[in-house]
């Protein structure tokens, strides 16, 4: 039973990834956010639609769902728990959280772009790596607003994080390569309209159909 409690959460850790939070909260208010902007289940978007303050609740959902399972299965495996003989590692946990927001089973897996649920994961498993992270986030935000362009600059942040704490740990490594190529694949359509100059600012765009 003990080897087979560590895949349950794995499971359950994608199934709580897969939970559309934007998409709930925006019902909340009688909103798809889908509907609007860039179309996208994640804070931004829902900053954009819903407001500052639905925004934020949003950012802490998918913050949440990161880091939750991070932080239970750091707790199993450091209370050497009997129930826990299979062991694996916390942040393949945060792993599969993090696909589960970028390709929910719950809406056809057409989900988020993934950086609070990074966030939520980071900020549980190596605090001054997220620190980082957020300073790089809101530093290329204020000099471009763009939220894309700050996004990138936190899947940049993370392997200078590895320089500068000298941190040696191959698992954090291998989530951070993993993470970032998602994050930035996810961002593919942004690049392209950063290039084609139609990128839309952080700013509120209130309901209007358009693209991000």
């Given at each position: ?6 895949i ?19 019902k ?9 902007g ?5 804070a ?21 769902k990161g880091?939750?399972?991070v ?15 299979l ?25 988020g772009?993934?950086?609070s649920t ?42 200078i ?13 291998i ?38």
């Amino acid at each position: 039973m003990g080897n087979i409690i560590p895949i349950i959460m794995l499971i359950f850790a994608y199934l709580f990834g897969s939970i559309p939070f934007g998409v709930l909260v925006g019902k909340t208010k009688g909103i798809d956010i889908r509907e609007y902007g860039s179309h996208n289940i994640g804070a931004t978007n829902a900053t954009r639609i819903l407001g500052p303050i639905f925004g934020l609740i949003v950012f802490i959902l998918d913050f949440i769902k990161g880091g939750f399972f991070v932080l239970i299965s750091k707790l199993l495996i450091q209370s050497n728990s009997e129930i826990f003989t299979l062991e694996i590692h916390p942040l393949y946990y945060g792993l599969a959280a993090f696909l589960g927001h970028l390709y929910p089973i719950f809406i056809k897996f057409k989900g988020g772009k993934g950086i609070s649920t990074v966030a939520g994961i980071l900020a549980v498993y190596n605090l001054p790596m997220f620190i980082l992270a957020v300073i790089f986030f809101f530093t290329f935000l204020l000099i471009t607003k763009y939220v894309s362009v700050a996004s990138t600059s936190c899947a940049v942040s993370l392997f200078i994080s590895f320089i500068i704490f000298k941190i040696n740990d191959v698992n954090l490594f291998i989530f951070c390569i993993i993470a970032s190529i998602l994050v930035i694949i996810k961002h593919i359509p942004n690049y392209k309209r950063l290039i084609n100059h139609t990128e839309n600012k952080m700013y509120l765009i209130k309901n209007k159909k358009k693209s991000e």
